[in-house]
T-cell receptor, first 113, second 118 residues
């Protein structure tokens, strides 16, 4: 079982819809990252959070440490939001072959006009 | 402030050739790392470094070498390229990966290198 699971793997939405992407993890963490990767493009950090909620424009990220779960919400989605969204967790205990970060496999979002 | 600069953007190699992917950051970050991204696999850690002179292996280190002689630079060397190394490579840095310092330590990625080995 992967230590970081994202759902759904693929998501198609109509422009304007409210979108939720989920990330569940099974290890103790000090922080969680949400990343965005546009097709053929680089990877951009959207949020880093260790508790509560953060908002940036139409994007909202929440985390529940007790339930080991985080969500990324996009309000009023737009075609330019089409990208792969990646969850990554920073493990509490440093070291090992993963170098302290564990990545989910990503959620591919497509927003249709 | 350029962030993380990764070169080249594209590269085609023949099997057995060697090459170096360059990664430089100007943010005085302690932590630097190399990942490869393959379809359906997500990002997989190749090597990482927590400071000048210190490197360690990640999940998929075979066939790759790294060094960290300065804080700024973290090159990745392919010693003898193989078709299995065809992938997109990303360099990433962060101020610290110390789990006691999570704040102000977001990840910064380079723009990626698309490598094809024939």
């Amino acid at each position: 079982k992967n230590e970081v699971e994202q759902s759904p793997q693929n998501l198609t939405a109509q422009e304007g819809e409210f979108i939720t992407i989920n990330c569940s993890y099974s290890v103790g963490i000090s922080a969680l990252h949400w990343l965005q990767q546009h097709p053929g493009g680089g990877i951009v950090s959207l949020f880093m959070l260790s508790s509560g909620k953060k908002k940036h424009g139409r994007l909202i990220a929440t985390i529940n440490i007790q339930e080991k779960h985080s969500s990324l919400h996009i309000t009023a989605s737009h075609p330019r939001d089409s990208a792969v969204y990646i969850c990554a967790v920073r493990r509490l205990f440093y070291g090992g072959s993963q170098g302290n970060l564990i990545f989910g496999k990503g959620t591919k979002l497509s927003v249709k006009p | 402030n350029a962030g993380v600069t990764q070169t080249p953007k594209f590269q085609v190699l023949k099997t057995g050739q060697s090459m170096t992917l360059q990664c430089a950051q100007d943010m005085n970050h302690e932590y630097m790392s190399w990942y490869r991204q393959d379809p359906g696999m997500g990002l997989r850690l190749i090597h990482y470094s927590v400071g000048a002179g210190i490197t360690d292996q990640g999940e998929v280190p075979n066939g790759y070498n790294v060094s960290r002689s300065t804080t700024e630079d973290f090159p990745l060397r392919l010693l003898s390229a193989a078709p299995s190394q065809t992938s997109v490579y990303f360099c990433a840095s962060s101020y610290s990966m110390d789990s006691h310092i999570p704040y102000n330590s977001p990840l910064h990625f380079g723009n990626g290198t698309r490598l094809t080995v024939t």
